[in-house]
């Protein structure tokens, strides 16, 4: 199984976890984590609890790769190429 975390979490249960790229083997999923159903939502099959456990797991064993999350601003907005003409340039 795979958890990635996109972005630095700033308060609560989550605030001890990294931005980053979880990888947990099978074995630790069979013997930590039971409570699997026919759903494929992660977040309403594995308790928070469990999925804190894991990720935890994967940065103790060597099983994590850090992704750094750095903010830029206005990085997440859109151009309307209706109202920007001929000024609105995309690299396909």
Known sequence: MIIV???????????????????????????NITQFKSNNKT??????????????????????LPLPYVRISGLGRRISIWRAGSSAVFKI
């Not at 977040?43 to 994590?64: C, G, Q, R, Y």
Request: charged residues 10%; positive net charge.
């Open 43 to 64: 977040d309403s099959v594995i308790p928070k609890e469990a999925t804190i456990a894991a990720i935890h797991f994967a940065m103790n064993s060597n099983l994590f």
């Open 5 to 31: 975390c996109m972005k630095q979490p700033a308060k609560g249960v989550w605030s001890g976890i990294r931005p980053g790229v979880s990888v947990l083997p099978l074995s630790y999923l069979q013997q």
